[in-house]
């Protein structure tokens, strides 16, 4: 268990390394400084660390990908995250996992889960905080930070800390309720650093209008599969219908991509030419109605719902087959209007943050500031759906942690 102690009564303490935030990446980086030798304190307002870490992946978190490359990244410098990501790999991470005995499983995609559960992965980096002789203030508010020749003095609610290096690892702005804040971005500005605009990211959509009219009763439906499309990106996953809109795996990556007003396209039969498969059937089946036939190739209630209000329905007999096929293209295109996001509320993360013009991309040291460092979700780098947000939240915490 790693040392829970009061900052000092009141009286300042002073530390090598002071860390805000007790989330994956200020674990990462409070645990890599440790060993270092350097004397850290990390502080977080939660009454708990690693909130988000016990949450993730359904409760066994998905504590890394195997096919992480730079390229499942949103940043506007798609570079910056290379050298982090390539310094501190999934292999280091699974060997830190194999070390401390914790069974795990690749889910797909090369998507690695515990087997048993998240706390076990919160547990880890506890333990490895304390050999490396880290202290932790949990429920721990931090107030003004003033930085000058010895370095930074931090307000918290349980006194006064000077610290050489202050490590900003805060996160964004999900899920307010388990603790998110503004506060990173707010002592960014502070410091003279760019904040590019946030917004919610893997995040359900909204529908409005028609479109919420039509499909809100589905709401449970689900698509093993179908491929969605922004523009030129495209994830084939699967999709569920809610009660305001759409969700699942496919939405929630095209989520980050998608922008209000952005043309969002569904195929709903990825795997299979709709086509043929239509022309095949009218001819299997001519006096079965077109609803029924589709409701073998989609969700049996989406497939009335769209032959309701979209394609019509009619014995397959009367099709002619142009018409079949020309009803197959809008399958494999599918416009559905979203209105927007479910927000922050249920976000999974935080899409912009500290610019990385400010940073170093080797080290996340503030290039204005020195001594100050930007980790994790906070910083304007955000990850796919799939443990890429975990992998970047130990690469850029112990990229922090070897120099801070
Ligand atoms: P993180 O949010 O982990 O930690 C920030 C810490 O700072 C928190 O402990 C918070 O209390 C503290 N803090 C904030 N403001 C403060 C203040 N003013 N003063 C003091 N402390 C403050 N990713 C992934 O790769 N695989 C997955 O399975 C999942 N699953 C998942 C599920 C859900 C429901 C969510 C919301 C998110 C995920 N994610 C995920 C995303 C992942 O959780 C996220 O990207 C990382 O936790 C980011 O790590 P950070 O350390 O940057 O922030």
Redesign the pocket.
Known sequence: MAVQTQVNGGSAVKVDVLI?????????CAMTAGYRGRSVLV????NK?????L????G??????LGVTPAQYLSSNPHFAKSALARYTPGDFIELVERHRIAYHEKELG?L?CDES?KQIVRMLLDECEVAGVRIETS???DRVTHGQSGFTVKTTRGEVHAQSLVV????L??PS???????YELARQFGHDVLPTRAG?VPLTLSGKHQEHYQDLAGVALPQVSVSVGKHAFRAGMLFTHRGISGPAILQISSYWHTGDDLRVDLSPELQAGDWLVAQRAARPAAELKNVLGDLLPKRLAQRLCEHWLGNRPMRQWQEHELRAMAQRLHDWPIVASGTEGYR????TLGGVDTDGLSSSTMQSKKVAGLYF?????DV??W?????????WA??TAAGQVA
Do not use: P
């Open positions: 805000v935030g007790a989330g994956a990446a200020g674990l990462m502080v977080d307002h939660a660390v690693g909130k988000k870490i949450m993730s992946g359904g066994r978190c998905n504590f890394t990908n998507q889960f998240s721990c508010a931090v690892a805060t996160g964004g999900s899920i388990m603790g998110a804040t503004g506060w990173g893997l249920t976000a999974e993360v980790i994790g979700e906070v910083v955000t990850g759906l799939g443990g890429y947000n975990f992998q970047w939240a850029s915490g």
